[in-house]
């Protein structure tokens, strides 16, 4: 990967970046849950979520012209997302370069087994990487690392109890990134119903409804994803 598409990656947030390394410095050595992976080195990457567009099956129509088809086709294109392992060659500037592997099961633990034992992996690092295969393979799973979705998917698989609560934590910055659009909404919902019962409708009085509105339907979820369920 270039530089620049893994430094907008990385800056675009927890959706498509996992910085398994700093989160790791978080967790107390002694901790009894510990690091996400029981391989090192993986504790030492950033998971990143890339998305491409995917290039679909050229379909021949009897009806409609090439070119319509085409158009048709393009609004019709699907995504790709895929799961990328990234291994910077500075932990303390991650966007200085680094190894990226994109995640593809089997293959790339064997890679992996194969690159951190000069060939020879020994029963332990196997087995660790067999554990560690099904934490990647739960979040290549997800479309995104959002935390609320990586802790649902862990409920779902039974693992939440093995990954430490610091994995499903968000920032007071990227809550604020994902209350902005509930506020909104949650503004225009009051309005409306303010206005439809010929209540005087003004700025302090809506964001007044609003605010009681948002303590009530989303204060749970605030408390839950610092502290990650």
Same mark, same amino acid.
């Given at each position: 990967m270039e530089r620049s598409e893994i430094r907008t990656l990385i800056d675009s947030g927890r959706a498509t970046a996992l910085d398994c390394n700093a989160i790791g410095r978080t967790i107390s050595s002694d901790d009894p849950i510990g690091p996400l992976f029981r391989t090192a080195i993986l504790n030492k990457a950033v998971i990143l979520k890339r998305?491409?567009?995917?290039? =679909?099956?050229?379909?021949?129509?009897?009806?409609?012209?090439?070119?319509?088809?085409?158009?048709?086709?393009?609004?019709?294109? =699907?995504?790709?997302?895929?799961?990328?392992v990234y291994f910077p060659y500075d932990l303390d500037n991650v966007y200085d370069g680094g190894e990226s592997l994109v995640f593809s099961g089997k293959p790339f633990l064997k890679l992996l087994g194969d690159k951190i034992s000069n060939g020879s992996p020994s029963q332990e690092i196997i087995d660790n990487l067999g554990r560690d295969g099904r934490v990647l393979g739960l979040l290549n799973s997800m479309h995104s690392l959002d935390p609320f979705m990586f802790r649902s998917k862990a409920e779902q698989c039974g693992a939440e109890k093995a990954i430490h609560d610091a994995y499903f934590a968000i920032t007071e910055e990227e809550w604020q990134e994902i209350q902005f659009p509930i506020h909104e909404k949650i503004l225009k919902l009051v309005t409306k119903a303010l206005d439809s019962i010929g209540t005087p409708v003004d700025s302090l009085s809506v964001e007044d409804h609003a605010a009681r509105q948002e303590t009530t339907s989303s204060g749970f979820w605030r408390k839950s994803g610092r502290r990650g369920i």
């Open positions: 998305y491409e567009a995917a290039q =679909p099956a050229p379909t021949a129509s009897r009806i409609f012209s090439s070119s319509v088809m085409k158009t048709h086709g393009d609004l019709q294109k =699907p995504v790709k997302v895929s799961t990328v």
